[in-house]
Structure formats: structure tokens, C-alpha cells
């Protein structure tokens, strides 16, 4: 693990979402909850708290690794913020791409992708965004 990167994983385990969180700098405690936006707003609270109003906040990431489909998915989709919504791409340049309003939606755009059993998405987002929320 880097030393100023927090990562939660996110994955899908029946008709919820288990949060894990992995690093050596302080974590909130694992949870589950219902929807993905639900999930990745409690976890961004969650660790925002943490770093609110701390030095380390400005030189810290979260990164979330969310596999909705399966839990050892090799292809990694790139999460990117676009203005209403987010976009995604593969890392290895394959075209793979797909966009949403929201993460529950970029989910559900991705599952049309050929191999989309085989993705998982990668969001990395500085601390102090999160903090700032």
C-alpha cells in the first residue's frame, strides 16, 4: 500500500454492497449497505470524517476498487467525474468505455461491455475533495 492511499473496496454480494477498507493509515470499520451511490457516499462520510481538518487530508487519496460483477475481475475501467455525470475506461486502451449519471448508472452501462463479467472499476479521488463534501 502506498503510504498516503486509502482504499476502500466496494463489491457486490448478493443484493448488497460489502465495503472493505485497506491501508496503513486509519480506517473506518467494514459495512454493508444497500445501493451502490448509498455504499460509496457512507464510505466517502465515513473517511472524510476521519480526515477532516487534518494536515494529512491535503496529501492523502481515497481509491475506491469496486467490482460489481465478480470479485477477481482483472479489466480495470478508470472512473472519471464529467461535468453531469461520470465516465469510465479501460486502462489498457481496448475502447472500453462506458458513462452514467451516476455510479449505479456507469454500473449498469458497463454491463452492456463485451467481457463486462471481467471489469472493475477504479475511482481515485484526493482526500481533501472528499473531506469537502
Given amino acids: 500500500m502506498g503510504e498516503n492511499l486509502v482504499t476502500c473496496i466496494v463489491?457486490?454480494?448478493?443484493?448488497?454492497?460489502?465495503?472493505?477498507?485497506?491501508?496503513?493509515?486509519q480506517t473506518p470499520k467494514d459495512f454493508e449497505a444497500e445501493g451502490l451511490n448509498e455504499t460509496l457516499d457512507r464510505a466517502s462520510r465515513e473517511i472524510g470524517s476521519i480526515y477532516q481538518?487534518?494536515?494529512?487530508?491535503?496529501?492523502?487519496?481515497?481509491?475506491?476498487?469496486?467490482?460489481?460483477?465478480?470479485?477477481?475481475?482483472?479489466v480495470i475501467l478508470d472512473v472519471q467525474p464529467d461535468g453531469d455525470g461520470f465516465?469510465?475506461?479501460?486502462?489498457?486502451?481496448?475502447?472500453?468505455?462506458?458513462?452514467?449519471a451516476d455510479m449505479e448508472a456507469l454500473v449498469e452501462a458497463a454491463a452492456s461491455l463485451p467481457n463486462s463479467?471481467?471489469?472493475m472499476f477504479r475511482w481515485i479521488?484526493?482526500?481533501?475533495?472528499v473531506v469537502g463534501r
Fill in 11 to 25: 463489491g457486490r454480494h448478493k443484493k448488497s454492497w460489502e465495503v472493505m477498507w485497506i491501508s496503513d493509515l
Fill in 53 to 74: 481538518g487534518t494536515q494529512s487530508a491535503l496529501q492523502t487519496e481515497l481509491q475506491f476498487a469496486i467490482y460489481p460483477f465478480k470479485d477477481n475481475a482483472s
Fill in 87 to 100: 465516465s469510465a475506461s479501460d486502462l489498457e486502451g481496448q475502447g472500453l468505455n462506458a458513462r452514467g
Fill in 117 to 119: 463479467d471481467n471489469c
Fill in 125 to 129: 479521488r484526493p482526500m481533501k475533495d
